[in-house]
């Protein structure tokens, strides 16, 4: 069985800073991958970042990075100069082998960023 | 291009009624999938699909009906509707034949309310 943990119901963060997102996961298969989709109040799911098992380097899209400790099963987000549309509620995901399409989700982070 | 699209985006029902979620994607993608979301539990995927006329179980099935007669759409089915159905219910799609970087896409979502 695999599983994605989310242990911040919410974050707060001042504009122009950077936050740090958590996520571990738990699985035995050695091939898998992460992702992080942003879900607005407008309730639409957005693409964020992926992160593939066998990636040697963590993944980056412009202001968001993904800090992947295989060793640890962590797969944090990084927001750098937070802005007030990052106002959202943020998913850590996982499929694991071949099953690109079966993804297990977290609970959830619902991030506010203040002015 | 229209990605893809779901109907209704809002749906209240009676106990017991039926009624079909419509899905359809006009990228070709291959992978067709169906997930719920309540509060504080992410999303959970219920029926999934690799392709027109195989479906598969996922976190959640039970009271829900999946086919895929074509590649472009994967209607969900409620056959006789419960309040525990209350839901946000999501359709995605992806095209992955390797895991590389391969997100999903994700519908509007459709609010239903089963009173």
């Known amino acids: 069985a695999q599983k994605i943990t989310q242990t911040q119901p919410g974050m707060f963060v001042q504009e122009k800073e950077a936050v740090t997102l958590d996520c571990t996961y738990d699985t035995s298969d050695p091939s898998y991958g992460l992702f992080w989709y942003k879900q607005p109040s407008s309730g639409e799911m957005i693409f964020l970042i992926y992160?593939?098992?066998?990636?040697?380097q963590n993944a980056t899209e412009g202001r968001y990075s993904l800090n992947f400790q295989k060793a640890r099963k962590s797969a944090n987000l990084v927001i750098s100069a937070s802005q007030l549309g990052d106002s959202a509620m943020y998913f850590c995901a996982m499929y694991r082998g071949t099953s690109y399409g079966k993804l297990t989700f977290g609970q959830g982070t619902i991030l506010t960023v203040h002015p | 291009n229209a990605g893809v699209t779901q109907t209704p985006k809002f749906q209240v029902l009676k106990t017991g009624q039926s009624m079909t979620l419509q899905c359809a994607q006009d990228m070709n993608h291959e992978y067709m999938s169906w997930y719920r979301q309540d509060p504080g539990m992410g999303l959970r995927l219920i029926h999934y699909s690799v392709g027109a006329g195989i479906t598969d179980q996922g976190e959640v099935p039970n009271g829900y009906n999946v086919s895929r007669s074509t590649t472009e759409d994967f209607p969900l089915r409620l056959l006789s509707a419960a309040p525990s159905q209350t839901s946000v219910y999501f359709c995605?799609?992806?095209?992955?034949?390797?895991?590389?970087?391969?997100?999903?896409?994700f519908g509007s979502g459709t609010q239903l309310s089963v009173l």
């Open positions: 995605a799609s992806s095209y992955s034949p390797a895991p590389t970087n391969e997100k999903l896409f």
């Open positions: 992160q593939g098992s066998y990636d040697q």
